[in-house]
């Protein structure tokens, strides 16, 4: 007598061709007289997930939506108290939500409070490196907001400049923290020296504003490449 079985990999009944207890799917694998029977039974298998699905999701969002309405409280601060409160927490969740536009938004055009959760030492290591991978995406303020953070090392500052390397007041602003460590600097110098080239255009005129860059240093790079521009032309 045929038989048939439902397909554990894509949930579709078949024609098992196995002698009784050889099925290749393994012995325990239920099998039925009859197509229809097991179409019936793979069709009320994956309603059963899809409302398992359902189900995981709805609680996901339940609690998304409850985590956020913990943080109703802060709606009823003033905008100088609720700027305290974001320089005083250590709520990683809360801080992605404040720059996620999903808590504090009161006026479009004022986005002090997502600057100051920029700022803040408990950002997620996550959300900054979004930031420093792909800077062209978010606005000048943002990113000079997040250079004043202190988890951010060095080479990220620098980084920073990537995205809006044509303003020389905004890479100035950048590249003239104290957070870029001599170490750095004197690395990003001896790169473009060996390279004969601005790895970013401006950032090496620049770097010789910041108090952390050694003048010696950089007068040396500078000569190198004008004994190498006369040499070429």
């Given at each position: ?15 098992c ?9 393994g012995?325990?694998?239920?099998h ?5 029977i ?14 398992e ?42 801080l992605?939500?404040?720059i ?33 991978q792909?800077?062209e ?12 953070n ?10 920073l ?22 170490d ?11 390279e ?38």
């Amino acid at each position: 007598m045929a038989t048939y079985h439902i397909n554990p990999y894509t949930g579709v009944p078949g024609f098992c061709p196995a002698k009784e207890g050889q099925c290749p799917y393994g012995s325990h694998m239920k099998h039925y007289d009859a197509w229809e029977i097991a179409q019936s039974v793979a069709d009320q298998i994956r309603a059963d997930r899809f409302k398992e699905y359902e189900d995981i999701e709805r609680q996901d969002r339940k609690r998304e939506w409850d985590s956020l309405k913990t943080y109703d409280y802060l709606e009823t601060l003033s905008d100088e108290d609720a700027i305290k409160a974001i320089q005083a927490t250590n709520d990683v969740d809360l801080l992605s939500a404040i720059i996620d536009g999903q808590v504090l938004v009161r006026l479009q055009d004022d986005p002090q409070f997502v600057y100051e959760a920029l700022r803040n030492q408990y950002l997620s290591d996550n959300k900054i490196q979004n930031m420093v991978q792909a800077p062209e995406l978010y606005t000048q303020d943002a990113l000079i907001a997040l250079e004043d953070n202190p988890n951010l090392d060095s080479m990220a500052r620098v980084e920073l400049v990537r995205g809006y390397p044509q303003d020389t007041m905004f890479v100035e602003e950048i590249l003239n923290n104290p957070g870029i460590t001599k170490d750095v600097i004197l690395e990003i110098l001896a790169d473009l020296k060996n390279e004969n080239k601005a790895k970013w255009p401006p950032v090496v005129s620049r770097l010789s504003m910041n108090k952390n860059c050694p003048k010696s240093v950089f007068e040396e790079w500078l000569h190198d490449r004008r004994l190498n521009s006369m040499m070429n032309s």
